[in-house]
């Protein structure tokens, strides 16, 4: 029986990028793989070849870019944006899908599926991550942002070209509703825990008095709010020492923010490590996971410290969606210093975690049978 062959398409691939997107887009590549054709299109990164077979998925990379090209003041490159647009469709057309699953950002591409699809009859599946509103498009655009009313109309334009639609949580899947989306058409999915596989890799370590996080650096990632908490956390927990995982746009204002506030010695500022296994190890070792992001539709970051058995706390302002931040802490701003102390002093870390039962949800061994209801739902 013929293999039934599914392209996914997104600017971007891990491990070339790390963020949660490219780790989402992974992880459902390789537990497809097995069971059906699969494809990657993607930018071509540094270090990448055009054509490349590995983990028996067929990848083809074009229109040259690099992690450093990646991001233009504080945000994502529109240059290369409109380089995978124009670019897309003259390797998609060398190609039949039934299937194509897209990452919607940056929006840009979308069109040329739709003109793909609607000329070969391929099904098409868009992953949605976060919808927009027009003041945020603003701010984002900086400079720009005089084209915020056209990007939010864009951006509405695009999302609604697809025959279905995945979305990372509940959250996301409301705005597509508010949109004009048929529920119907959308589908919650978002298989980033191998739990089995993380409690091997990170064995029970030694606790620390330590607050982590780790995450691509970007102004929407609010470190600066980080190491506010972390500061006045250290005065009411003393010996308390920070671990910052990343690389980014913001590297160069972080370190000068650690250095203006006094922070050289008690906070760690490191790029990515090269195998999970290392971050894993580090977030079980630590008393806390502190993400004050402003920007976030899952954040895969906050369930893998969960799974590890670490707390993870949240500011009140937080876009994480209700089935993440039902396992977390969560405090407003004059209170997170005090939280953050508490759990750091306290010898008992799993008091501080809830509703662990949630992360069934997030589990990467639902991957075949999701997709299996998804492309029968499709007729394929």
């Known amino acids: 029986m013929k293999k039934i062959r599914v392209g996914f398409v997104s600017d971007t691939l891990y491990p070339y990028m ?14 497809l793989s097995g069971y059906y054709d699969i494809y990657s299109f993607s930018m071509l990164f540094d270090g990448m070849k055009r054509r490349f077979m590995k983990g028996g998925i067929h990848h083809i990379a074009f229109g040259r870019t690099s992690q450093k090209r990646f991001y233009r003041h504080g945000r994502r490159s529109i240059t290369n944006a ?36 609607a000329a070969t009859g391929c099904k098409f599946v868009l992953s949605v991550s976060e919808v927009w509103d027009r003041g945020y498009w603003k701010g984002y655009l900086g400079a720009l942002g005089l084209l915020g009313f056209a990007a939010d109309m864009f951006e509405k334009w695009t999302l609604k070209m697809a ?120 977030i079980r070792g630590s008393s806390l996971l502190l993400n004050m992001s402003e920007r976030e539709g899952l954040s895969i970051i906050a369930l ?38 508490k759990i750091a002093k306290s010898g008992d870390k799993g008091a501080f975690i809830k509703n662990v039962e949630n992360l069934d949800m997030f589990s990467t061994a639902n991957t075949p049978i999701f997709y299996k209801k998804l492309f029968k739902s499709l007729g394929l």
């Open 18 to 31: 790390k963020g949660g997107v490219e780790t989402l887009r992974y992880v459902e590549m390789h537990g």
């Open 82 to 117: 409109i380089k995978f647009a124009a670019l897309l469709p003259l390797y998609l057309f060398r190609y039949r899908f039934d299937v194509l699953e897209v990452n919607a950002f940056p929006y840009l591409h979308i069109p040329a599926v739709k003109l793909y699809c």
């Open 163 to 282: 025959d279905s639609y995945i979305t990372i949580s509940s959250a996301t899947t409301r705005k597509l509703e508010r949109i004009g989306v048929e529920r119907k058409k959308i589908h919650e999915f978002s298989p980033v825990l191998d739990i089995a596989g993380m409690q091997r890799s990170a064995p029970p370590a030694k606790r620390n008095m330590t607050v982590v996080f780790a995450g691509r650096m970007i102004k929407e990632k609010r470190v600066d709010r980080w190491l506010d908490v972390f500061k006045a956390a250290s005065r009411l927990a003393p010996g308390l020492s920070g671990v910052l995982v990343g690389e980014g746009p913001e590297e160069g204002r972080i370190r000068e923010a650690i250095a203006r506030k006094g922070l050289e010695k008690s906070v760690e500022f490191r790029p990515f490590y090269k195998t999970k296994r290392e971050l894993y190890r580090l």
């Open 304 to 341: 893998e410290g969960i799974a590890l058995g670490t707390p993870v706390v949240l500011p009140s302002y937080t876009p994480i969606p209700p089935e993440v931040k039902g396992m977390c802490v969560v405090g407003g701003m004059k209170e997170l210093p005090g939280i953050v102390a």
